[in-house]
């Protein structure tokens, strides 16, 4: 049951970082073309990669076979930029509460988390 709020709540911080992404994008470019491409350039890049870059066992089907390691460190630069942008567009608060429920649900997906450490899929 916890295991599947947990996946419930990944999917929603999955949506939040993308919108971070494109808020932050949005709020480094100097003008509407610039503001626009990297919002919608980022986030368009970060959702392919979050997609395509997958380990067999762990949701759906790979559209490119990944090693545990190399998904966790996409995840980990997925998020870690979600809570980056967020801060560099001036939404502290924001990103720390960002950061936080992410460690808690990688807190509460410990076993996932390890097992992709230690090279393995998830049970």
């Known amino acids: ?66 090693p545990p390691q190399l998904r966790l460190l996409l995840e980990a630069i997925v998020f870690g930029g979600a809570v980056g942008l967020l801060a560099l567009a001036g939404q502290s608060v924001l990103a720390l509460i960002l950061g936080v429920v992410i460690v808690i649900h990688y807190a509460i997906g410990y076993q996932r988390t390890l097992a992709f450490v230690a090279g393995r899929r998830p049970d």
């Open 1 to 66: 049951m916890i295991q599947a709020l947990n996946m419930g709540l990944r999917f929603v911080l999955e949506l939040i970082a993308l919108a971070a992404i494109g808020y932050g994008g949005w709020h480094l470019g100097e003008g509407p073309f610039l503001s626009w491409g990297l919002a919608v350039g980022l986030v368009v890049v970060a959702a392919f990669c979050w997609g395509a870059f997958r380990v067999s066992g762990d949701g759906g089907p790979p559209l490119v076979e990944t």
